[in-house]
């Protein structure tokens, strides 16, 4: 993360467009990559290697991927729900593959009826392909810990079966492990007990990202709690859009416009240029007639005066574009 | 505060309700105050003493502040915009009295048309007063500093000047200062900042309650921040109703419900029962047909299982109503 204090991981062209019935063309998808990419975002989740026919929102993520290798320094990442997936992915060329393991067993076979035994041994699959890959091709390998902070359908989980996961898909080969607010119901509290829990199992190293929703508000919050235990990736959607289509009322990732302006007017830098991200929106919204966009940032605009990050490479000349 | 962490100080039916055009029925006001206070709020600000030309909305205020001092327990709060409003606010017989001096001077001339001098001076002859009232009658004074974040019109306020006029204030003879985000310019960063620098000036124990606004999303952050400085006072807004009309795009006060809800979650005990609390909504959107309510935590329903810390009273039967 040269240069930048906080990763924000864009995961709208996956997890926003999966959550909607608009399907977005492939030219749609290309400009709104290539311009988040250029207002500075680093990493964007870009697609979801599952079967067509599950979501068709998500049919041409190979031929996505394909054309965001070729963004320099941007990472592509991609969302696997199996071996399979993972094949297809790295195939594409995607630098980071993330695997959803949901810690509600419940969840995880309503979701993609598997059982954590079987979670566990794809994620040993994975990884063994991960690592006969070539050193300059191997990607990055997450799994993610869905339902993390409580269920829909079982309710609250406890740390202790969150962390133990966390422990064996480390032990099955995950690079790192993440931990995702499926449900919308983290506070900053939990946020902050549950990192310390999952840590002291896999180590600091392997947790450093979280993918929180808005669901109840509070997001920002959630990411702030975990700024303060020294997260670096925060998942954030472009315009809110999107969430878990499989677990009820858990809508609304946070909004990436609404975070990077609390990042970057905290001083912490993001390398996002808030002014060119808040025009992505365009793009999205011209893209998707009559789907909902959220964020209270883009409606009310930068404070007056507000200083930006990467305005001293602006006034300096040095920006790119 | 005996037996809560929290203090949430509803707002609504001042800040909200000069804020939209819909004038409130004084039924439905003394409704919505009585519902609150059972949901267990323990302190509402439902007036202002301005003239009724300038906010029609409020121009039954003494007969609020009359109505909402005969449930035990409430402490009722007002607005006042100078002296005139505080002698009537004491007449009406309000337990709090705020009265708002903006720390950006043009908004100051802008929104009451006076200087900070003269606000100094109102300050003088309103705690002059206070001081003159028999001690049992004796309402708490308090000086909120709008635009302590930030100024639509200023921009950046130098954090010095807000300790400054924090120290000229209390010299003046206010109880304690507030620290209000009037334009929802804040940050958690800056709301941290902020306290430290305020308190090094007047004290710790004269600076216990923030007034944040979500414009851009970030108030229930913000508010965390506080918490983490022991805030213990937080202002918020029933379905996120108002703002500051004076300051342009400066709209939405933190959602009572998503806030309540956070500190709940977190084990902070408010006092609020949750789910009384969700229901207060319908009374104060029946009251306001055409009116937006805003909130998460209404829209998503509380998660499964969720425990609420007014849970054990009611098991126990010793809950009333």
């Known amino acids: 993360m040269t240069g930048i204090d906080v990763l924000v991981s864009e995961v709208g062209p996956r997890d926003g467009l999966q959550s909607i019935d608009s399907i977005m063309s492939l030219d749609a998808k290309k400009a709104w990559i290539a311009a988040e990419a250029a207002a500075g975002v680093r990493e964007i989740e870009v697609g979801s290697f599952v079967p067509a026919h599950i979501l068709p929102q998500l049919a041409d993520t190979a031929e996505v991927v394909a054309y965001a290798r070729t963004i320099p320094g941007l990472t592509v990442a991609v969302l696997v729900p199996n071996l399979k997936g993972a094949e297809a992915a790295i195939a594409a060329g995607a630098h980071k593959i993330t695997l959803p393991v949901s810690v509600s ?4 076979l309503k979701n993609v009826r598997r059982t954590h035994a079987q979670m566990l041994e794809a994620t040993r699959a994975i990884a063994e392909l991960v690592r006969a890959q070539p050193a300059d091709q191997r990607p990055h390998f997450e799994a993610g810990l869905s339902t993390a902070f409580g269920c829909t359908i079982e309710g609250a989980i406890p740390e202790a079966q969150v962390a133990r996961l966390g422990e064996q898909l480390m032990a099955a080969g995950a690079d790192e492990v993440g931990l995702s607010d499926t449900s919308g119901y983290a506070d ?16 600091d190293a392997a947790l450093t990202g979280l993918h929180l929703h808005n669901t109840r508000g509070l997001g920002l919050a959630n990411a702030l709690a975990g700024l303060d235990l020294g997260i670096t990736t925060l998942d954030a959607s472009l315009g809110g859009l999107g969430g878990c289509p499989f677990a009820p009322g858990a809508s609304g990732n946070i909004v990436t416009e609404d975070l990077v302006f609390m990042l970057e007017a905290m001083g912490l830098k993001t390398g996002v240029d808030l002014d060119k991200l808040l025009a992505v929106r365009r793009i999205v919204q011209a893209a998707l007639p009559g789907e909902d966009m959220y964020g209270f940032t883009p409606d009310a605009g930068l404070p007056l005066g507000f200083r930006r990050s990467t305005q001293t490479d602006r006034t300096a000349g040095s920006e790119a574009g």
């Open 105 to 108: 067993e419940t969840h995880s």
């Open 188 to 203: 900053p509290a939990a946020v902050k007990r549950l990192i310390s829990t999952v840590r002291s199992a896999v180590g």
